[in-house]
């Protein structure tokens, strides 16, 4: 799938919830799906610094695409890197870069990229898009 | 006694919503809310009177400066200075310390030695930092207790002739312990030493009284006590104010200034260079005399009141865990939920319409000491209510469910 498929597919699901709560609910649920990032990665080196939670991503490339795991020490952070990550996995360097985020807003998490969340969302979708030009270069 | 409901009226943003649900102010610590009285003084500073002061001849500008230097007055008699030159329009508490911290940079030397509490606002740990980087002096630290006070043992051990300078807040902001600063200032005069007192989080709930005291300085922020933002006041012993060179340098602070020489101003406009917050003073002044009408024993008693509920009431919570001590503290309640991160907490009692800090409340050494990332902040003012702690209760039980 392209990443816009699967972020009409995740703007699908949260379409089901009619509250703040239950929609937290799926999320805090997505979070324990993440695909953990290996221990030995999880180094100060990929450490995002978001003010009061922490991230860890770490990327790999895998034929020409990139594979991304995560984790974080709080559970609502999580859940929303599992978004991302689910959207970004497994896609091309150049469809990451050109990629859009707003999807987050569609499903109703505009809130966590307020920079005053500092929860390093909005690091994280750098960092991504960083790793994503870090390697397209290397494939080049 | 306390009628809250008719206070809660002088504050109209008490009664609007957040996220669909009412407004449950619990971070009062962060920043206190504004009353009517005070907001009214600052439009009719701009409908009516705004010009800058010390200056104009005219009748506006003479009309602006009074009510600044009024300001100064309430301020210093709030605080029982003995003089309205001791009082120096601030900022804010970081401005304050800003300014002492750089004007003891001509009167430390390598060797000398600072004393820093363990349970300060970075606010008092940064600048002292950049003063030891400038003079070679040396930053020794009063440890914290698990119960979150300070080890005065240890103090009065790395007390000694050496020592120049302590400081240290009154309250503390991350775990609301009131600080024994009354022996503080003692011992340190006892070798010599100056001392510090970050009232910013004292201001709201307790007047504190800079002679009996002793204080040498004494720093406040308006917006913690019901005043604007941008607004605060440094008090100093005026033998210390002489001694201390200025801050910065420009109009109002001088004498007279020719290229080869120039003299300072006498004080307090010594340390008052450029145009100052004119309003935010007069307002300050205001929220002085507001929360006075109020009476600070007052608030004291129902404070006190508020915060015995909430913490018998959040006790309750299996797993949850306050930290600071059990008495002697201001309105603030700091805690965690075991297997909980605060920011989890802090994002879930928003949605619900309550109003927490969460994080490392700038005092970082304070978080490593427990171990934990940060906690959950709830801060009471004397506006607030039991049923908002009820709120805040049940709003938590509900987190927890959510989260764990
Ligand atoms: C104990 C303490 N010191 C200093 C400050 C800094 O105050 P301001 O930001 O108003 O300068 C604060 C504010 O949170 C505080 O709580």
């Known amino acids: 799938m392209t990443i816009e498929e699967i972020q009409n597919e995740i703007v699908d699901e949260f379409s089901m919830f009619d509250d703040w709560m239950q929609r937290y609910e799926y999320m805090i649920e997505l979070g324990k799906s993440l695909p953990l990032i290996d221990e030995q990665y999880k180094t100060d080196d990929n450490l995002i ?13 895998d034929g020409d ?31 990451i870069i050109e990629a859009n985020t707003d999807f987050i807003d569609e499903i109703g998490l505009k809130e966590h990229l307020s920079p005053t969340r500092a929860n390093g969302l909005v690091s994280m979708i750098k960092q991504l898009k ?6 397209q270069t290397q494939l080049k | 006694m306390i009628n809250v409901q008719e206070i809660r009226k002088d504050f109209p943003i008490l009664s609007r919503s957040v996220n669909g649900k009412p407004l449950v102010y619990f971070d009062n610590a962060a920043t206190s809310q504004t009353p009517n009285q005070v907001v009214d003084v600052i439009v009719d500073y701009y409908h009516n009177y705004n010009a800058n002061i010390h200056r104009g001849v005219h009748s506006l500008s003479q009309e602006a400066t009074d009510k600044y230097e009024a300001a100064r007055i309430k301020i210093q008699q709030h605080f029982n200075a003995a003089k309205s030159h001791e009082i120096i329009f ?113 201001s709201p709930h307790i007047k504190a009284d800079v002679q009996a005291l002793d204080v040498d300085f004494y720093v406040v922020s308006a917006h913690k006590m019901c005043g604007p933002t941008g607004a605060g006041m440094l008090y100093g012993k005026e033998a210390w104010l002489q001694k201390l060179p200025p801050y910065q340098g420009g109009g109002e602070m001088i004498a007279e200034v020719t290229f080869e020489k120039t003299t300072y101003a006498d004080l307090p406009h010594k340390f008052e260079a450029g145009t100052p917050n004119i309003c935010g003073g007069i307002a ?77 409340h700038c005092a970082q050494p304070i978080m490593d000491f427990y171990n934990i990332p940060g906690t959950v902040r709830a801060s009471f003012a004397f506006y607030n209510t039991k049923e908002e702690i009820d709120i805040l209760f049940e709003g938590v039980v509900r987190a927890k469910n959510m989260l764990s």
């Open chain 1, 49 to 61: 610094k978001g003010c009061q939670s922490k991230v860890w991503v770490h990327a790999s490339l």
């Open chain 1, 65 to 95: 695409k990139i594979a991304f795991t995560a984790d974080s020490d709080a559970i609502i952070t999580k859940g929303i890197i599992a978004i991302l990550v689910r959207a970004f996995s497994d896609q091309k360097p150049k469809d």
């Open chain 1, 130 to 135: 960083m790793y994503a030009i870090a390697y």
């Open chain 2, 90 to 202: 601030t900022s804010g508490t970081t401005h304050g310390i800003n300014l002492v911290a750089n004007g003891f940079s001509a009167l430390l030397e390598k060797g000398d030695e600072i004393i820093v509490s363990a349970l300060e606002h970075h606010s008092n740990i940064v600048p002292w930092q950049m003063l030891c980087e400038r003079t070679g002096a040396v930053l020794k630290v009063i440890p914290m207790t698990e119960e979150g006070t300070l080890d005065m043992v240890t103090f009065e051990a790395v007390l000694s002739e050496k020592t120049k300078l302590v400081f240290c807040n009154h309250v503390s902001n991350a775990l609301g312990t009131i600080n024994p600063i009354e022996t503080i200032i003692e011992k340190a005069h006892a070798v010599g030493a100056a001392v510090l007192i970050d009232g910013a989080q004292a």
């Open chain 2, 284 to 360: 300050f002044g205001a929220a002085i005399d507001y929360m006075n009408s109020v009476g600070f024993d007052t608030i004291a008693t129902y404070e006190d009141e508020l915060l015995q509920y909430a913490t018998e009431k959040l006790s309750t919570i299996a797993g949850l865990r306050i930290y600071g001590p059990n008495d002697h503290k201001a309105a603030v309640i700091s805690f965690n939920i075991e297997g909980i991160h605060p920011y989890d907490m802090g994002v879930i009692l928003d949605k619900l319409g309550i109003a927490v800090r969460t994080g490392h």
